[in-house]
């Protein structure tokens, strides 16, 4: 080998090596002080797009649990609220029966109408005051709201939380007083017709087959069979009221539940008190089903029979009018003293009352059970002062538990539902970290390793380098 000065291989060698060394070890210490295996572009192009592309979608999954728990809490409120409305709405229904009773007097349900009046101004406050970080959620105005609950776009949860507002509350209600029928002479069958009534609920729809002469009992009783086919719901009264009575004797054979008819026998003074024959009838209630209550002039008499029984009165003596009564109180079918005299058969049929906490119909191909579309009676209608209105209190204010009941339900679901969604959304989010870490991060026992090799070669190439640069000195030994 020649003996050269101009050209130091080995020290530009050694150079090299000890460049290589110093880059080994710096991209080692690098990677260790950050824990990353990429730090910049250079390090792995294609693995730091794939890396941050899995740091968006991770910090989308957090963020969306995140909002996934805000969408937990809003629920939480809104069913905090609603438990307090259960509970007002409990009271309510507490106080309906207390006022149902006849021991109450006209005084009595008015007090009892003044607690209920301002409980309703509760429920509505507590309605239309509810929210959460600004939005109210029992007015009605809570509709279709979006959760965002996903690492990208589209990826919602819609949800909506039903109004609780009195006047938005209570129960879907169609009476059929077409049910009432008076059949003269009719050896004690009413007037209702054959026919089909289709009944369309929130469940699905129903035919309900009508035979001549049913009773509104025997047609609620069908309604209900099928009411878990179509969530609507069926209860049969029959009201009847009797006046304009001429004095002197009264008496008929009474039938309602009783298959056999009960005589019934009183006196009317001259001053139209009717008190005696009320008497008479309640006398045997126990056979018949029915009630009797006295108007507060006492020239009236109500009969009330409550499972929607037919009621019959033939063999009359005397004259007095009878007048079918719907659950509205309106008359729906009279019979005059004339017919309803010495001799005379009537039979009144009952009303009925369909309810359902949802929108419902009825389709009747018969000419005496009523079609139509049922409508809302709300809580706020709710009014205590009289028997029947605290009667159809209780209907209404089941209505509303119902209701208030079904919203908790779907709150409780979408609970669940988001708490599902935290699940899965810390689940993935998990595992993309894992691979974004296999792709990302440093691995310290390599790096550790690497950085040990380094600094070994790297002094070991600063003392090749001093050895190759004083090996140029051995040619001067040839200058003599």
Known sequence: MAQVINTNIASINAQRQ???????MASAMERLSSGLRINSAKDDAAGLAISDRMTAQIRGLNQGVRNANDGISLAQTAEGAMQESTNILQRMRELAVQSANDTNSASDR???????????????????????????LLDGSFNSQ???VGAYAGQTINVSVGTARIGSIGTQELTSSDAIQTAQGSGGVNGVASGTMTVTGAFGSADITVNAGDSAEKIASSVNAAADS????????NFVELDSFSSGSISLDLTGSNSTAVSITADIPTDGDVSALSDAINAVSGETGITAKVSDDKTQIMLTQNTGKDIRLNNITGTFNVNGIDETGAFDATVGATQASSGGDITVGGSITYNSSKNFTLADTSSTVAAGTSSLQSVETVDISTQRGSNDAL??????LDFIDNSRADLGAIQNR??????NLENVSQNVSAARSRIQDADFAQESSKLAKSQILQQAGVSMLA???ASSQSVLSLLG
């Open 18 to 24: 000890l460049n290589r060394s110093q880059t080994g």
């Open 467 to 469: 050895q190759a640069n």
């Open 418 to 423: 988001f708490s599902a969604t935290i699940s």
């Open 395 to 400: 209907s209404i204010i089941d209505g509303a």
């Open 110 to 136: 008015s007090s009892l109408q003044k607690e209920v009046n301002q409980l309703k101004a509760e429920l509505e406050r507590i309605a239309t005051t509810t929210s959460f970080n600004g939005k109210n």
């Open 230 to 237: 179509t969530g609507v719901s069926a209860q049969a009264v």
């Open 146 to 148: 979006a959760f965002h």
